[in-house]
T-cell receptor, first 116, second 114 residues
Framework: EAQVTQNPRYLITVTGKKLTVTCSQN?????MSWYRQDPGLGLRQIYY???????DKGDVPEGYKVSRKEKRNFPLILESPSPNQTSLYFC???????????????FGAGTRLSVL | AQTVTQSQPEMSVQEAETVTLSCTYD???????LFWYKQPPSRQMILVIR????KQQNATENRFSVNFQKAAKSFSLKISDSQLGDTAMYFC???????????WGLGTSLGVNP
């Protein structure tokens, strides 16, 4: 089954304890992205990657890191989480080559993070 | 700057009836895509329908259709024969430019009443 898989789905942590949210897609998509969703602010892009070893900042990159060493994986790293990073996080992927599915972003199930 | 505006925070509809959700957007790009995504209580983000700006024909997917008015920068979603499972938050999103970032509206919460 074609899908984007995020883990964990729920995470409660404390300020300053490094954590990683994993994202993996099995559709051979070139493009991957991370968003956070907050009430009243909607979804905002954190980081994105156009392909392996190519990453760039989105609108709210502060406090986050990413890497894209393999095409299928795009982990989100919080080196020192703070309470303002409490949010619902989504990973998405999209094909960039031509075709009927071009530009459609497929989302993982989301990770709800609470930083105490 | 690119923006997406959904002016209806909440809407409700009776089961089997038709409802239209509004969305307006702004972009200076000539080539762009518009989407409607559905987010049910499970929080999963599910694609409902996509419209390519260069296509004049309105997109349809079963009970879902759009009214794409390019000059007015309007992109409304019509849900026909509403079902209880359509209860969800609906987001309008714009994809324009090279980085493929989705610009999102704040959503419309739709409740379908039995």
């Amino acid at each position: 089954e074609a899908q984007v898989t995020q883990n964990p789905r729920y995470l409660i942590t404390v300020t300053g304890k490094k954590l990683t949210v994993t994202c993996s897609q099995n559709m051979n998509h070139e493009y991957m992205s991370w968003y956070r969703q907050d009430p009243g602010l909607g979804l905002r892009q954190i980081y994105y990657s156009m392909n392996v070893e190519v990453t760039d900042k989105g609108d709210v990159p502060e406090g986050y890191k990413v890497s894209r060493k393999e095409k299928r994986n795009f982990p989100l790293i919080l080196e020192s989480p703070s309470p303002n990073q409490t949010s619902l996080y989504f990973c998405a992927s999209s094909p960039t080559t031509s075709g009927v599915y071009k530009n459609i972003q497929y989302f993982g199930a989301g990770t709800r993070l609470s930083v105490l | 700057a690119q923006t997406v505006t959904q002016s209806q925070p909440e809407m409700s509809v009776q089961e089997a009836e038709t409802v239209t959700l509004s969305c307006t957007y702004d972009t200076s790009e000539n080539n762009y895509y518009l989407f409607w995504y559905k987010q049910p209580p499970s929080r999963q983000m599910i694609l409902v329908i996509r419209q390519e700006a260069y296509k004049q024909q309105n997109a349809t997917e079963n009970r879902f259709s759009v009214n794409f008015q390019k000059a007015a920068k309007s992109f409304s979603l019509k849900i026909s024969d509403s079902q209880l499972g359509d209860t969800a938050m609906y987001f309008c999103a714009l994809n324009a430019g090279n980085n493929r970032k989705l610009i999102w509206g704040l959503g419309t919460s739709l409740g379908v009443n039995p």
